[in-house]
Each structure stands twice: as structure tokens, then as C-alpha cells.
């Protein structure tokens, strides 16, 4: 009877899913839906065009891509479905220490990779590069595993560091970040809003 099972009450709309998450934020109080600064439509163009802009500058051959857990998960998803070539996925799960919302650059790896990338050429995927000490620090930590190359990615970058980088240099990136902590697309505060599908900001925050 499988076809008589599927109905609406059976696939809530996408607000129903979010009122429940955003409910109960803070000390019980539900929230305003952080407040959407790039469309989902806006990111996927952009991401279709990273994807194109990625395969034109890199020389041809397979590529490994790697994203960083658990921000990243999102991007990558529709990132590598916009790279036309043969490609491999992995993921660095990283944790931040200290402050959610200040980076101290030293990070604890969570997760390794799960395949040597010696000799391969490597894209590693970051959600948002803020001081640049994290993308340092897994710059450093792909290199000394010896790949042919490590390009970086992100999808959002504060202009100073993209104008200034004070680590590795960014080869592609998605979108300028403004002066604000952003959430959605994959990005959280305190482990919400990752599921959101635009990027959005806290009012307020
Ligand atoms: P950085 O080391 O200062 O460049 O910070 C990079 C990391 O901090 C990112 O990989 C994110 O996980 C996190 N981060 C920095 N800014 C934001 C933000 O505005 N929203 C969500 N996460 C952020
Ligand atoms: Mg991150």
C-alpha cells in the first residue's frame, strides 16, 4: 500500500520543521528566524559559478576535495555537483577551541581523513574564513602529508583577510562576510541554524 501512504500531513512544509528548532533558543523564548542576508537561489548561483570558475583554473585531473566538519558539509554537498571532473570527497572534522564566536586557531581534529592524499591534488572546503588561523592550520597539516597541491576554498571570507591574507591565501571564495556572525548553509551558533538554506544573521547578536 505504499502509494496510499504518502500524503502532506505525512511531509511537513519546511517552516514546520523550523519552528520547532528555533523554539527554545536562549532561556525558552522562541526566536526570530535569523535574518537572511544571501538567498538560497543567490548561493546556488554563486556556487555553480565557483564550481565552473574551480575546473577552468585548475590544471586537469582527479581531484581530492575535502571539507571541514561540520561547517562545510552543505557547501561541499553542491559544490562538488558543480565541479565537472573526477573527483574524491573527504572530510577534517575539527573542533574549535574556546569561544564559539572567537577563533583561537588551535584546533583539535575530530575526524582525519579517511585516504593518504600524497601526490593527490587537494581542494579543502571552509565555510567561512574569519582571521585565517584554522585555514593555517589545516593548510599546514594537508602539506605535510605531501599532495601535489592544496588549493583553498571557502564560502564566505572577511574582506580584510581575502584583501591582507595573513595565512594561506584563499583561491576561491564565494562571498564577501560582512561585520556580523552569519549562520545557515551549513554554518551554526551553538549548533543551530546549520540547516537553514540561506545564510542569514542574528539580530541582535
Ligand atoms: P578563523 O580561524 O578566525 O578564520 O575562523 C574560522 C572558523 O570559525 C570557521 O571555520 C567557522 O567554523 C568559525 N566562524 C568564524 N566566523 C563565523 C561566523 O560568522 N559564523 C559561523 N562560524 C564562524
Ligand atoms: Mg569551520
Known amino acids: 500500500m505504499l502509494g ?7 511531509f ?26 544571501i538567498s538560497a537561489d543567490a548561493i546556488a548561483r554563486r556556487v ?27 557547501f561541499m554537498a553542491d559544490l562538488v555537483r558543480a565541479i565537472p571532473r573526477e573527483i574524491t570527497c573527504d572530510f577534517l572534522g575539527v ?16 575526524s582525519d581523513l579517511a585516504a593518504p592524499i600524497a601526490g593527490r591534488r587537494v581542494l ?12 593555517k592550520y589545516l593548510v599546514d597539516l594537508l602539506q605535510a602529508r605531501g599532495p601535489a597541491a592544496v588549493h583553498t576554498c571557502a564560502l564566505m571570507a572577511k574582506p580584510a583577510y581575502v584583501a591582507a591574507p595573513t595565512g594561506p591565501a584563499l583561491d576561491f571564495v564565494g ?16 549548533q543551530l541554524h546549520r540547516n537553514l538554506p540561506y545564510v542569514g544573521v542574528l539580530d541582535g547578536a
Request: hydrophobic content about 40%.
Open 175 to 190: 562571498f564577501e562576510a560582512p561585520d556580523a556572525f552569519v549562520v545557515g548553509y551549513g554554518m551554526d551558533a551553538g
Open 12 to 37: 511537513p512544509t519546511l517552516r514546520q520543521v523550523y519552528t520547532p528548532v528555533l523554539v527554545g533558543h536562549g532561556e525558552g523564548v522562541p526566536s526570530a528566524p535569523p535574518r537572511e542576508i
Open 48 to 74: 555553480a559559478e565557483l564550481g565552473a570558475e574551480i575546473d577552468a583554473r585548475l590544471p586537469p585531473g582527479p581531484l581530492t576535495v575535502v571539507g571541514v566538519l561540520r561547517g562545510a558539509f552543505m
Open 4 to 10: 496510499t501512504t504518502a500524503s502532506p500531513a505525512r
Open 95 to 110: 573542533r574549535s577551541y574556546g569561544d564559539a564566536t572567537v577563533s583561537s586557531g588551535v584546533v583539535e581534529i575530530t
Open 124 to 135: 579543502l572546503v571552509e565555510d567561512i574564513v574569519d582571521t585565517g588561523l584554522t585555514l
